[in-house]
């Protein structure tokens, strides 16, 4: 069920912070942000009459000069709800930096075998299934996704609504012989914690070597203001398990935000508060997304 009312007008969505903070935090070399989005330019690329909001432009240039700021060499851009399955914007913007970016597509099961193998040369490497926008793919569309994905190595991203949607879908993620990516842990919040379904359910996951979990836009879960400390037993528990299938992403430009927009530099500033260990930053900065999305190896790498 989409969080989005269906037939209801889209949302207008605030843009991000445009002036970023130069963090204090200094990226490794080839650290990689694994989850921003680009919109538009709507007057080049349409959004989707079915989205369930609708952004500011925020584009490739954009994206890079965020970067620049934030010492940020790679970046995985999730395609946009707000384009719905038209992945013609990501596509783009993956054409211009085919060496520093990666891409998640958004796309029902059922393509032809030409178009995946298009999106893949272009850089796409995953497809994500979502709860939470309308017009894009939902987890009806898991198994066969899995399936038509699968020799192309691409993974599984699951966006939810509800934390306890991770329960229900468990048993099909169990079942699949693809890796998947738990979008912003999962959803589960602060309040819910360590000892919820949802996050032992998490934690089981993990145990099959398949599960990959990102920490991205987590500002959504906690109950508590900038450094959202209450945050902290979770992502630990979640280190600790399996530092070696952590992702970190910005969330840039931070669509359909429900709370103050933050500002990107003060994100980057909670990475070593969230991995205190050089080695875990090195895992979730650099090598597990150098792995899971195929990036060139650090003395390859432009």
């Given amino acids: 069920m989409s969080a989005h009312t269906h037939g209801a007008p889209p949302k207008p969505c605030p843009g991000p912070d445009r002036h970023p903070k130069r963090p204090a935090f200094v990226m490794p070399r080839g650290a990689c942000d694994t989850h921003v989005h680009v919109f538009g330019p709507q007057a080049e690329f349409p959004f989707s009459e079915q989205r369930s909001y609708t952004p500011e432009d925020c ?5 890079m000069q965020l970067h620049e700021t934030l010492g940020i060499d790679r970046a995985v851009i999730v395609h946009g709800g707000a384009h719905g399955t038209d992945n013609s914007a990501t596509l783009a913007a993956l054409d211009l930096n085919p060496r520093r970016l990666r891409g998640v597509a958004v796309i029902p099961s059922g393509l032809p075998q030409q178009a995946l193998e298009d999106m893949h040369l272009r850089g796409m490497r995953g497809c994500r299934m979502s ?18 994905t699968f020799d192309f190595g691409w993974h599984l991203v699951l966006h939810f609504n509800r934390a306890s949607e991770l329960v ?3 048993p099909q993620l169990m079942q699949v012989s693809s890796p998947f990516v738990l979008d912003h842990l999962a959803r589960i919040s602060a309040a819910e914690g360590v000892d919820s379904e949802p996050f032992q359910t998490l934690l089981r996951l993990l145990d099959t070597d398949r599960c990959w979990v990102k ?3 987590l500002y959504r879960l906690s109950a508590e203001p900038y450094p959202h400390r209450d945050m902290l037993p979770m992502i630990a528990r979640v280190v600790e398990a399996r530092p070696d299938r952590i992702l970190w992403g910005s969330n840039w430009p931070h669509p359909i935000c429900p709370v103050a927009m933050p500002n990107d530099g003060d994100l980057v ?11 875990a930053q090195q895992l979730a900065l650099v090598d597990n ?14």
């Fill in 168 to 170: 229900d879908v468990a």
């Fill in 269 to 279: 500033d909670l990475i070593p508060h969230w991995l205190p260990d050089p080695k």
């Fill in 131 to 148: 709860t939470v926008v309308s017009g894009g793919a939902s987890f009806a569309h898991l198994a066969g996704l899995a399936d038509e």
């Fill in 215 to 217: 920490l991205a836009s």
């Fill in 59 to 63: 584009t490739y240039d954009d994206l």
């Fill in 289 to 302: 997304p150098a792995s899971l999305y195929g990036f060139e190896s650090i003395g390859q790498a432009s």
